[in-house]
């Protein structure tokens, strides 16, 4: 988490912010929504990865996923 934290305060500027809301918005409301997939399991979005690559550095995704994650 630390690591994340230096990210944002090096990396997060004006462009950027509105991609962190909007991913972590996103991402909360879509992760609870479970896709059956087959004998009995179901899968759900990976939202990990989609923020690694839009923002490029998966310290972004672990700075919007904690939160994400403590909420639900």
Same mark, same amino acid.
């Given at each position: 988490?630390?690591?994340?934290?230096?990210?944002?305060?090096?990396?997060?500027?004006?462009?950027?912010?509105?991609?962190?809301?909007?991913? &972590?918005?996103?991402?909360?409301? $879509?992760? @609870?929504?479970?896709?059956? /997939?087959?004998?009995? =399991?179901?899968?759900? *979005?990976?939202?990990? &990865?989609?923020?690694?690559?839009? $923002?490029? @550095?998966?310290?972004?995704? /672990?700075?919007?996923? =904690?939160?994400?994650? *403590?909420?639900?």
């Amino acid at each position: 988490m630390y690591l994340s934290l230096r990210w944002a305060k090096n990396e997060l500027n004006e462009e950027k912010l509105p991609w962190v809301a909007v991913l &972590a918005a996103g991402i909360f409301a $879509l992760q @609870s929504f479970n896709l059956p /997939v087959s004998m009995g =399991t179901s899968g759900h *979005l990976v939202g990990g &990865a989609l923020v690694t690559i839009i $923002l490029g @550095s998966p310290l972004a995704a /672990v700075f919007i996923l =904690t939160p994400v994650l *403590l909420r639900a």
